[in-house]
């Protein structure tokens, strides 16, 4: 079955740090993948989706990798700022159009002042 | 643009008691898709409905559970003779009409906090 795993273990940076973020997926390829942000008792926030055949998208300070090879997508945030502390999930879905999502569990971010 | 609403945002039963929760998506949108969140635990996808059609419910539990996005109104998630184990944040998203690759994101509302005692 589809297998999305993120690092369980909070992420702790320095205000000013480049934070990344790891996300990989097993026994499938993914049409694409998306991360989004959730603050405590929110829903989720969506940040970026990258496909398939992209290697690297990116919005303002936010970067996204996708490595079909290593089965694996990074999710940096470049000059990280306290507001940027939340739990970041990364999400997949095999097919791309209506498709239901495959969730990791999320990594938490603490960035400190 | 209002985004997607839910309600009621807390939601408290005694064990045995029906719990019905609502969703109205973006305006235009008409994929409905609602998922489950248990404390420590990533987000599980539970059934995804069109305007009155039930696309894929593969990740509702057989029983109790049941989903519906009327042609009017909100779309339901009921659940019938809630036990403890179904306290959960549940979360409803919604995406638009197909148009190609871009439109490929769902939007989530702020989610129904479930507890049942």
């Known amino acids: 079955s589809q297998k999305i795993e993120q690092n369980s273990e909070a992420l702790n940076i320095q205000e000013g740090k480049t934070a990344t973020l790891t996300c990989n997926y097993t026994n499938y390829s993914p049409a694409y993948l998306q991360w989004y942000r959730q603050d405590p008792g929110r829903g989720p926030v969506f940040l970026l989706l990258?496909?398939?055949?992209?290697k690297e998208k990116r919005k303002e300070r936010l970067k996204v990798t996708f490595d079909t090879t290593l089965k694996q997508s990074l999710f940096h945030i470049t000059a990280s700022q306290p507001a940027d502390s939340a739990t970041y999930l990364c999400?997949?879905?095999?097919?791309?159009?209506?498709?239901?999502?495959?969730f990791g569990k999320g990594t938490m971010l603490l960035v400190s002042p | 643009n209002a985004g997607v609403m839910q309600n009621p945002r807390h939601l408290v039963r005694r064990r045995g008691q029906e719990a019905r929760l609502r969703c109205s998506p973006v305006k235009g949108h008409s994929h409905v898709y609602w998922y489950r969140q248990l404390p420590e635990e990533g987000l599980k996808f539970m059934v995804y409905l069109q305007k009155e059609n039930i696309i894929d419910e593969s990740g509702m539990p057989k029983e109790r559970f049941s989903a519906e996005f009327p042609k009017e109104g909100p779309s339901i998630l009921r659940i019938q003779q809630v036990v403890r184990g179904d306290s959960a944040a549940y979360f409803c998203a919604s995406s638009p009409p197909w148009q190609g690759a871009s439109t490929d994101t769902q939007y989530f509302g702020p989610g129904t906090r479930l507890t049942v005692l």
């Open positions: 999400a997949s879905s095999k097919d791309s159009g209506y498709s239901t999502l495959t």
């Open positions: 990258i496909r398939e055949n992209e």
